[in-house]
């Protein structure tokens, strides 16, 4: 397909020749995961390429889509947020993924605002445990379903997971909660994250959803 294309978007004659396959891979990883991590090898280079020279069009493409784009320094990333009153590309968590982010998200905002740690790592158990603990009257997920959903929440870019050396249970696995997560059912208070909360409070089994 040839670079002038009436399908490329406006600012594409703008961009260097050099610059053009590294801006199609940030947005088709923007995209697709809806996260680059900018403490990685190759994420560093798209964070920098962006921030540095293509916030602007890159928010304006965005925008169409009903996108912000959030470039993060402290953590460095770059994350396209959806504008939920207009963006048909919202990703669909189901029932049981959107209570575990919804546990992960207070795990988050009580460790930034208790300790301020740059990052948020607590084990499987631990995990496990909070859910019962929010959730007191839905059954929690089985650990093996738990993983499945850490998988799907891994390929967003929402979290890491690890094992410690010689850890032969699931419940050792550790979790890395990114700061990406935060902003995927972002809350302008605590209290917007218990009102979202309490949607969820009806006795049922997690999965029956």
Same mark, same amino acid.
């Given at each position: 397909?040839s670079?002038?294309?009436?399908?490329?978007?406006?600012? &594409?004659?703008?961009?260097?020749?050099?610059?053009?396959?590294?801006?199609r891979?940030?947005?088709?990883d923007? +995209?697709?995961?809806?996260?680059?991590l900018g403490?990685?090898?190759?994420?560093?280079?798209?964070?920098? +390429?962006?921030?540095?020279?293509?916030?602007?069009?890159?928010?304006?493409?965005?925008?169409?889509?009903?996108?912000?784009l959030?470039?993060?320094?402290?953590?460095?990333?770059l994350?396209?947020?959806?504008?939920?009153?207009?963006?048909?590309?919202?990703?669909?968590?189901?029932?049981?993924?959107?209570?575990?982010?919804l546990?992960? &998200?207070?795990?988050?905002?009580?460790?930034?605002?208790?300790?301020?740690? /740059?990052?948020?790592?607590l084990p499987?158990?631990?995990? &496990?445990q909070?859910?019962?603990?929010t959730?007191?009257?839905i059954?929690?997920?089985?650990?093996?379903?738990?993983?499945?959903?850490?998988?799907?929440?891994?390929?967003?870019?929402?979290?890491?997971?690890?094992k410690?050396?010689?850890?032969? /249970?699931?419940?050792?696995m550790?979790?890395?909660?990114?700061?990406?997560?935060?902003?995927?059912?972002p809350?302008d208070?605590?209290?917007?994250?218990l009102?979202?909360?309490?949607?969820?409070?009806?006795?049922?089994?997690? /999965?029956?959803?």
């Amino acid at each position: 397909m040839s670079e002038s294309h009436k399908n490329w978007p406006s600012f &594409w004659s703008e961009v260097p020749e050099e610059d053009r396959a590294s801006l199609r891979e940030v947005l088709a990883d923007l +995209l697709g995961r809806g996260v680059i991590l900018g403490d990685t090898a190759s994420g560093r280079d798209q964070f920098l +390429l962006v921030r540095d020279h293509y916030q602007k069009h890159l928010e304006d493409y965005l925008s169409v889509l009903g996108m912000s784009l959030i470039i993060d320094d402290d953590f460095c990333l770059l994350q396209a947020q959806p504008r939920s009153e207009d963006c048909a590309l919202l990703a669909q968590f189901s029932k049981d993924e959107t209570l575990l982010l919804l546990v992960l &998200w207070r795990a988050w905002d009580d460790e930034r605002s208790n300790h301020a740690h /740059q990052t948020v790592i607590l084990p499987v158990d631990e995990v &496990w445990q909070k859910f019962r603990n929010t959730f007191d009257k839905i059954d929690p997920p089985e650990k093996t379903h738990l993983e499945t959903m850490l998988g799907k929440f891994k390929r967003h870019r929402l979290v890491r997971t690890s094992k410690p050396e010689g850890a032969t /249970q699931l419940g050792e696995m550790i979790i890395e909660i990114l700061p990406s997560l935060p902003r995927v059912i972002p809350f302008d208070s605590l209290e917007a994250y218990l009102d979202r909360l309490a949607l969820y409070q009806a006795p049922t089994s997690l /999965q029956d959803s």
